[in-house]
């Protein structure tokens, strides 16, 4: 497995500067994420003859024209924004659905019900925002943030350099410099873009989550530059695996800017893990405000009515320990609904293989098309490696079962206070099953109260 603290160590402390701005937040994110798609054996970046940079933008007339008009049009003052994304498939309980959006729609019931008002943006797929034509917008100001990129000879040497770093420690095929480029002239693009259309739109406050995507941080610079809050809320578990919210000690405010004002957070335990790591970077509010989507969930189980031991494996793309699969010629009675990780799907293959061999043992139809809070409703166990469904699966008091070393480091304090069961060879797979080892049953208990929560934050 590579290791990203390789570069991290190296490099956290350089200032790479363009535009006034470090962009080694940026930089890591980028780079960790590429390691981690390549430990993943899906690594996919070809290197280009031609740069990012230096390829020109046609600019008409008509095209300057229309970037001019944006100059000149109003909008109605929008006080809350909701930075969304349509464009995945999540399953729902009336089939898969690519209209919705299982963490920042929780919000749009609260804001309904108190009647705050609120504005919502699919970021992929809108061209308008507050009435503004973004695209008009890009094509004037990209142009202009590439001459100054070809102009500027600093970053470029500094990307090189680092970039033959990276070569050199994670392979000749790992060629990021046209990647870092694009990355870098981009948000400075949406960040001049989003500036003007939040000034325009007298906006407060923006509800957004994965602030690491680009496009959100070039949202959230251009929030922090005008004094607007965010709140990015919390769509999985926090550890160090991820490596958005571990491995933070640069000590520059030239970099503040690409972090949210607040953290809305699931668990008092994740704030508190947050706190620590993000706390050399920037001050940043925790609202422990909970799992929304879990919030409005049913958690009716249905009743056993058989002796099938049911297993919901939740994927992450590394496929499965062998002593897992051994299980399933060990416990005929054993049926693992296998679901695969919606962006990762390279354990398709192996789900298939497992389905031709063990058939009425291994469930994928069911798996992929229920949602999870329906499968947790009658499943027995829940394994996974260190999936965020861990969190979910207590909820409905769904007995966790981890395995493997990200799993251990990812639920540490779970595992040696009991809550979690942690396996690490056969022989402790086998002890679960043959003594039909369980967790103690949930006990958490919600006093906050969301509906103030949502008025002190977005009222």
């Known amino acids: 497995m590579l290791d990203q603290e ?6 956290e402390n350089q200032e790479f500067s363009f535009c006034g701005v470090n962009w080694w937040p940026l930089i890591k994110i980028q780079v960790a994420y590429q390691i981690h798609l390549k430990n993943s054996n899906i690594f996919a970046l070809h290197h280009s003859d031609k740069y990012y940079h230096e390829i020109q933008i046609q600019r008409t007339l008509k095209d300057k024209l229309r970037f001019y008009l944006q100059f000149l049009k109003t909008t109605k003052p929008a006080k809350n924004l909701i930075v969304t ?19 920042t729609d929780p919000f749009i019931h609260y804001f309904e019900k108190l009647k705050i008002d609120f504005t919502i943006f699919d970021y992929k797929k809108e061209r308008f925002l507050l009435n503004f034509d973004l695209k008009s917008l890009k094509k004037i100001y990209l ?15 500094q990307l090189k350099q680092f970039c033959s770093f990276l070569e050199l420690h994670y392979g000749n095929d790992f060629k990021l410099y046209n990647h870092l480029i694009q ?17 325009k739109g007298n906006v407060k406050n923006i509800l957004l989550y994965c602030y690491y995507n680009n496009t959100m941080m070039s949202i959230i610079r251009a929030a922090n530059h005008l004094d607007i809050q965010t709140i990015e809320y919390q769509h999985s578990q926090v550890t160090s695996n991820h490596f958005a919210y571990s491995s933070w000690s640069i000590k520059n405010n030239n970099s503040k800017g690409f972090f949210p004002a607040k953290m809305w957070v699931w668990r008092q335990s994740d704030a508190e893990y947050l706190a620590k790591h993000f706390q050399c970077v920037k001050k940043i509010g925790y609202v422990i405000g909970g799992n929304l989507s879990l919030k409005s969930a049913k958690t009716i189980k249905i009743e056993k009515s058989d002796l099938n031991i049911k297993v919901l494996v939740t994927l992450q793309g590394i496929g499965l320990p062998d002593y897992v699969i051994n299980c399933l010629s060990k416990y005929p009675n054993l049926i693992l609904y296998l679901r695969l990780h919606p962006r990762y799907s390279q354990d398709k293959e192996m789900c298939e293989v497992l389905k031709a061999k063990y058939n009425d043992q291994i469930e994928i139809d069911l798996s992929n098309s229920l949602t999870l809070h329906e499968l947790l409703s ?27 070393d990200k799993g251990y480091i990812s639920y540490e304090n779970e595992i040696t206070t009991g809550k979690y069961l942690f396996i690490n060879n056969q022989n402790d797979l086998d002890n679960i099953f043959a003594q039909k080892l369980k967790h103690k049953p949930n006990s958490i208990v919600n006093k906050k109260d969301i509906f103030e929560l949502i008025k002190e934050n977005f009222n």
């Not at 142009?143 to 970053?155: C, G, H, L, P, T």
């Open 183 to 199: 990355s870098i002239i981009d948000n400075q693009v949406e960040y001049l873009i989003y500036s003007f259309v939040l000034k």
């Open 6 to 11: 390789i570069f991290i160590k190296k490099f």
């Open 85 to 103: 994304d349509y464009s995945h498939k999540y399953n729902t309980s009336n089939g898969t659905n690519t209209g919705s959006n299982p963490y």
């Open 378 to 404: 009658f499943a027995d166990y829940h394994l996974t490696n260190f999936s965020g469904s861990a969190i979910e699966a207590e909820h409905f008091d769904v007995t966790n079962i981890i395995y493997g």
């Open 143 to 157: 142009e202009q943030i590439k001459y100054s990129f070809r102009n500027d000879a600093i970053i470029q040497s």
